[in-house]
């Protein structure tokens, strides 16, 4: 309708601002997309509908052949044509203002004639379509979002190894505590991201697919032939495509796997952004510096500046994609009695959903390519909190069997601004041994990291 439209007339930035980013999407999240999986699924079912003694129709291989061709090199005129079919009439059909409608007319003009009452024979829509989606989802999560998310991964994985040994502030509560390691808090969202990948990839590989009929009761295909195990057929055809069969249904698939599905991807997401704003503390405190592209502005009117923009902008997309991804899973799994329609309308958004998905997905990629460790800060910082010791000095002294431990590193550092020389002053004053008050004077910020060291380079 609009064949010169521009980008920057496109009303989701999806499509425009962003359509660069989500292009790698395209082949499982358009409308054309769509139409190719279910004319995939319409031909499939054809083909094992020929297989069946009891129906009087056959399939030679060359036949079978030409008719898998069609989904395979499934293009751009033919999705026009499935389009003017549906909102026009096209090659002798009238408009059917029905999609799945125009995909099986669009199905006849490729099959002999012979098969032609064949075509999508006992079925309803949603037998179609439930199948045709998970078609979608499952390679947009394989070939798209699960190679982003382990990318992800691999690259913390780096920072923490090579970072292991950098030590660091770290807060609680906004305030100093313990100090840490930078490879260490790295460690952290690695291992949970690769938990999140792994629940991710379960759910993948459960995705279940539905073949019941109008009320999910087979009751069409068993009236007219009521000696076939249809229950088995309907197993068999939906194990062929890659999914597990879920039965008993109503017309539609419930979409629990979806639902489990979205909320792995949202697990996943929901460490992300953990990520994207710990990141972006770590910019604000001078711990981690950025290296500017060149010619790139960092403020509109402040020239100085190198803003966290890339992880901003994960963090706005990821929190958009897990607001959708919710939606799309309390809504889906929710149907009035038998079905009604507004599912359909709404499974046409999981591409977008998975579209800010991937946004996220890059954008942090791209900031944390960008982002350098600056030691010195970190360094200088740690220097000056020597009251992040007094979890070590009380647990010495606890360990020497001072009970009022607690209350002496209480009593010199809470609220108050301490230094080394007040500490090892309250070590001249304790009733210890002399090689316990060594231990004590030769604690520092910097070397009190625990085994943190070993824990980043643990993580694989």
Request: a negative charge; hydrophobic letters at 40%; proline letters at 5%.
């Amino acid at each position: 309708m609009y064949p010169d439209r521009s980008p920057l007339d496109a009303v989701s930035p999806l499509d425009g601002r962003y359509a660069g980013r989500t292009a790698p999407l395209a082949p499982y999240a358009s409308e054309a997309a769509l139409m190719r999986t279910r004319v995939q699924v319409e031909i499939a079912y054809l083909i094992a509908l020929a297989d069946l003694p009891a129906v009087p129709f056959s399939l030679e291989a060359d036949e079978r052949d030409a008719l898998r061709s069609v989904y395979e090199n499934f293009d751009d005129e033919d999705a026009r044509l499935v389009k003017r079919i549906e909102t026009e009439g096209a090659r002798g059909y009238a408009a059917t203002n029905h999609d799945v409608k125009a995909v099986e007319y669009f199905v006849r003009e490729h099959a002999p004639e012979r098969v032609h009452p064949w075509i999508h024979f006992g079925l309803t829509s949603e037998d179609v379509n439930n199948l045709a989606h998970r078609l979608l989802v499952r390679p947009a999560m394989e070939a798209v979002l699960l190679p982003e998310l382990r990318a992800i991964r691999d690259e913390l994985v780096e920072m923490a190894h090579d970072h292991a040994d950098l030590p660091m502030l770290a807060r609680t509560h906004g305030q100093p505590a313990t100090p840490t390691t930078f490879g260490k808090e790295m460690a952290v969202f690695a291992t949970r991201l690769g938990r999140a990948i792994g629940r991710i990839e379960t759910a993948v590989d459960e995705l279940q697919g539905k073949l019941g009929g109008a009320s999910g009761t087979l009751a069409a295909h068993e009236v007219a032939y009521p000696d076939v195990d249809w229950r088995a057929f309907s197993r068999q055809f939906v194990e062929s495509l890659g999914f597990e069969h879920v039965e008993p249904t109503t017309q539609i698939n419930p979409s629990d796997d979806l639902a489990t599905l979205f909320d792995a991807v949202r697990g996943a997401n929901a460490v992300l952004l953990d990520l994207d704003r710990d990141v972006w503390r770590y910019v604000s405190d001078r711990y981690l510096g950025q290296e500017a592209a060149a010619g790139e502005t960092g403020s509109s009117t402040m020239p100085h500046k190198v803003n966290p923009i890339d992880f901003e902008n994960s963090e706005g997309n990821l929190s958009k994609a897990n607001s959708d991804l919710q939606f799309l899973g309390e809504y889906l799994t929710s149907s009035r009695l038998q079905r009604d329609l507004s599912d359909s309308t709404v499974k046409r958004n999981i591409g977008a959903a998975f579209a800010y998905c991937l946004l996220g997905y890059v954008k942090l990629r791209d900031g944390l390519a960008t982002v350098v460790p600056n030691e010195a800060v970190m360094r200088e910082d740690l220097e000056g909190t020597p009251e992040v010791i007094g979890e070590a000095v009380q647990t010495i002294l606890r360990r020497e069997g001072k009970s009022d431990a607690y209350e002496h590193v209480k009593e010199l550092t809470r609220g108050q601004r301490v230094d080394l020389e007040d500490f090892r002053a309250l070590f001249d004053d304790l009733d210890v041994s002399e090689s316990v008050r060594e231990e004590l004077r030769a604690l520092t910020p910097a070397t009190y990291t625990g085994v943190a060291s070993d824990l980043a380079e643990d993580v694989q």
